[in-house]
């Protein structure tokens, strides 16, 4: 192969012992094809980090978490792949004493507003509701879910630039396993 690692090609040749007639030898001189040599380090590649999600808590010590996706693995030697996931405390306010239900409610009425003030027009454009939160990522640990408006209609007087899809990203399952 031509280059001293990565992709290149390789060929071979052969020579005629003796004149041919022409016409008479129509076999190939020369064959080429490509080749891969495994010695070139390929390093790991990472997706921008995503924004942070919201605190997993209302009230009280939470934490928000942000997460990068590898888009390739290395390979042969290189990089090894940094953090996919940080973690970082955040505390909205104290909690206020009182019953898991009344807080619960609370949660559920503030994201039923959320769903509906964003189902409005936004930015010149109309949006389908939330989708519902996917899957937890993991048991324990500090997973993360996810949930995503889409763009119903762009209207003429909207730059579509500001008419975008949107995505949501929250912690779950944050106890120790």
């Known amino acids: 192969a031509l280059p001293i690692s990565g992709k290149g090609m390789r ?3 052969r020579m005629l012992k003796s004149p041919a007639e022409l016409g008479d030898c129509n076999e190939e001189l020369e064959q ?3 080749c891969m040599l495994p ?3 390929i390093d790991c590649e990472l997706t921008e980090w995503s924004q942070w999600s919201e605190c997993n808590k209302s009230c009280g010590k939470g934490h928000m978490i942000r997460t990068r996706i590898i888009t390739m693995e290395p390979q042969f030697g290189g990089a090894l792949c940094p953090e996919t996931v940080q973690r970082k405390k955040c505390r909205i306010r104290k909690c206020l004493r009182s019953s898991g239900t009344e807080k619960r409610r609370f949660k559920e009425a503030r994201e ?3 769903s509906e003030n964003a189902k409005e027009e936004v930015d010149g454009c109309k949006m389908k509701p ?4 996917t899957e937890c990522t993991k048991s324990c640990g500090g997973g993360i879910q996810e949930r995503f ?3 119903k209609k762009r209207f003429k007087s909207s730059q579509f630039t500001s008419c ?3 995505k949501e990203i929250r912690a779950c399952h944050v106890q120790p396993c």
Do not use: F, G, L, S
């Not at 939330?130 to 939160?133: G, L, P, R, V």
């Open 130 to 133: 939330w989708t519902a939160w």
């Open 164 to 166: 975008k899809d949107k």
């Open 112 to 114: 039923k507003r959320r």
């Open 11 to 13: 060929t071979r040749q």
């Open 39 to 41: 010695e070139c380090p």
């Open 149 to 151: 408006m889409t763009v």
């Open 32 to 34: 080429v094809e490509r």
